[in-house]
């Protein structure tokens, strides 16, 4: 017919290898994929199988339309957060629980529509083979990188649980955290993975080379050496688990928890330089409660060390923080409130709306923490002491902060009793032991309940005490001197990584289709 428009064919060896599967292949690749990404977390932790769950995922947006990709990637996203942090759901129920979970899941089909379309358009603009197998790969990855940067952030300072390359901390790719920090991390875990699916799928190159050129990719990578971390003395450190009635509903009266932690230090321990007492371990301010001032008094007296102990305060004001500050034999020295208290934890945004969809849950939640300004490095017993609590551990400007600031050591203070039972304890220590390899430092993760460790600055365990179990640690703790790159230079790493994935993305796009 005259005037009729005819598609353009392309030759068959120009076409886009990544084909978009059908609907009954990709939809289980989806499941399994994010199943297997929930078992690379505590528990049980299997890091290893992380690489395949990301490579199910991959596979299974390649290609596809957005739509398509979308649910596919919300399914995923389901099948990964409803196990991943079903911790959420311990003591308040399913509701926070699975509404965090759908939030988190439709974030994570938010990159899977990105990733699908990089799979769609990318190729069309990069036919050469080599720019398939190494450049698409590192476009996909950034994208990657970049939905967990955006899922960190947002809403209300977003949730950075459940990165890739949390999932690592027991991995052969550990040391790069201190080069590139978490999110890097992430970034290179999938690359590699996408290399891989890349080789799998691209026409034209022989197995033998296939295998040959992700063997060295892989050998390549686990080449970089680990970071030389410098350190000058030790500081040695008792860090008490009190294993008192810390929860939210364990209707403790007051002072209980406080009396748990003097029980539990042990004020024999020789030469000790500092001790170390949980997130809210000392209940209230003792510059407002004598009672309190004069247990703290007697701790310090009896180990012959300052104290850092977590408690809430209050200004004259009236506003709340959650705060860590030392104590010593002359009373309050230093402290720290926490910057950025959890939302719907710590305090309830927009609550005259929450309040309306989830009343008896919200109300659950009477008082609300303020935001501080104070640094989060304290000086004590002769060093400086970088100070995270609680959720701070997952927080990536927090621990920038830390580094910039001079810490010798780190001091995780937490409160887990709230998550008695579940997986969020051990899911948080190895944020804490990612954290110490990026910075270069010590870290003593010490809980109310468990899991406490002191972690050296490549990630290896110094000392642990068992959870649920009223005790304490004594040990020598390196102090790290030197700046690993991560703490330099992540966050800018972060955003190139994320900005260029999607710069090429659009880039790639066709804007304008041609017809003949």
Same mark, same amino acid.
């Given at each position: 017919m005259r005037g009729a428009v005819h598609p353009v064919r392309l030759p068959a060896d120009e076409r886009s290898p990544f084909r978009a599967l059908p609907l009954r292949q990709a939809f289980p690749l989806s499941v399994i994929g994010g199943l297997l990404f929930a078992l690379s977390f505590p528990a049980p932790g299997w890091w290893f199988l992380a690489y395949p769950a990301v490579a199910c995922l991959l596979v299974a947006a390649a290609g596809q339309r957005a739509r398509r990709a979308s649910w596919l990637g919300f399914v995923a996203g389901v099948a990964f957060w409803v196990p991943a942090i079903s911790w959420a759901g311990r003591y308040l129920g399913p509701v926070p629980w699975f509404a965090l979970a759908l939030l988190e899941a439709a974030l994570f089909a938010l *990159?899977?529509?990105?990733?699908? $379309?990089?799979? #769609?358009?990318? %190729?069309?603009?990069?036919?050469? #083979?080599? &720019?398939?197998?190494? *450049?698409? %790969?590192?476009?996909?990855?950034?994208?990657?990188? &970049? #939905?967990?940067?955006?899922? =960190?952030?947002? %809403?209300?300072?977003?949730?950075?649980?459940?990165? @890739? &390359?949390?999932?690592?901390?027991?991995?052969? +790719?550990?040391?790069?955290?201190?080069?590139?920090? /978490?999110? =890097?991390?992430? +970034?290179?875990?999938?690359?590699?993975?996408?290399? @891989?699916?890349? $080789?799998?799928?691209?026409?034209?190159?022989?197995?033998? /080379? #296939?295998?040959?050129?992700?063997?060295l990719l892989v050998a390549a990578v686990l080449a970089v050496p680990a970071w030389p971390t410098a350190v000058r003395g030790s500081v040695r450190i008792e860090a008490v688990q009190g294993n008192g009635p810390a929860g939210y509903f364990d209707r403790a009266q007051p002072g209980d928890v406080l009396r748990s932690q003097v029980a539990a230090t042990d004020v024999g321990a020789r030469d000790v330089d500092l001790v170390v007492w949980?997130? !809210?371990?000392?209940?209230?301010?003792?510059?407002?409660?004598?009672?309190? !001032?004069?247990?703290?008094?007697?701790?310090v007296r009896s180990v012959g060390a300052p104290l850092i102990a977590g408690a809430v305060t209050q200004t004259s004001t009236g506003v709340l923080h959650n705060t860590s500050f030392v104590w010593d034999a002359d009373g309050w020295q230093a402290s720290y409130d926490k910057k950025r208290p959890v939302p719907f934890g710590e305090y309830v945004p927009d609550r005259w709306f929450y309040s309306k969809l989830a009343p008896s849950l919200i109300g659950l939640l009477q008082?609300?923490?303020?935001? *501080?300004?104070?640094?989060? @490095?304290? %000086?004590?017993? &002769?060093?400086?002491?970088?100070?995270?609590?609680?959720?701070? @551990?997952?927080?990536?400007?927090?621990?920038a902060d830390l580094a910039r600031g001079g810490a010798d050591v780190i001091l995780a203070q937490t409160n887990n009793a709230d998550f008695d039972g579940t997986d969020e304890n051990l899911q948080q220590l190895e944020i804490a032991r990612m954290r110490a390899v990026e910075t270069g430092r010590s870290l003593v993760n010490i809980s109310t309940v468990g899991a406490s460790q002191m972690i050296d600055p490549s990630g290896r365990t110094i000392d642990r005490v068992p959870a649920y179990t009223a005790t304490s640690m004594v040990a020598d703790v390196p102090l790290g001197t030197s700046t690993t790159p991560a703490t330099v230079a992540s966050g800018s790493i972060t955003l190139v990584l994320a900005l260029g994935g999607l710069l090429v993305l659009l880039a790639c796009a066709p804007w304008s289709r041609r017809r003949r």
């Open positions: *990159g899977s529509v990105a990733i699908a $379309l990089a799979y #769609r358009w990318v %190729p069309r603009v990069v036919r050469a #083979r080599a &720019g398939r197998v190494w *450049g698409l %790969p590192a476009v996909v990855a950034a994208l990657w990188t &970049g #939905r967990e940067w955006f899922s =960190g952030s947002w %809403p209300y300072g977003g949730f950075s649980w459940g990165r @890739v &390359g949390l999932s690592q901390s027991q991995g052969p +790719f550990t040391h790069l955290a201190a080069y590139v920090g /978490v999110l =890097g991390l992430s +970034f290179v875990v999938v690359y590699c993975v996408a290399v @891989v699916v890349s $080789l799998g799928l691209v026409r034209g190159v022989r197995l033998p /080379v #296939r295998v040959a050129t992700a063997g949980p997130e !809210a371990a000392a209940e209230y301010d003792p510059r407002r409660e004598p009672v309190i !001032a004069s247990a703290l008094d007697a701790v008082r609300d923490y303020t935001p *501080g300004t104070k640094p989060n @490095v304290l %000086p004590v017993a &002769g060093i400086r002491a970088g100070v995270m609590i609680c959720f701070d @551990v997952v927080d990536d400007g927090l621990t």
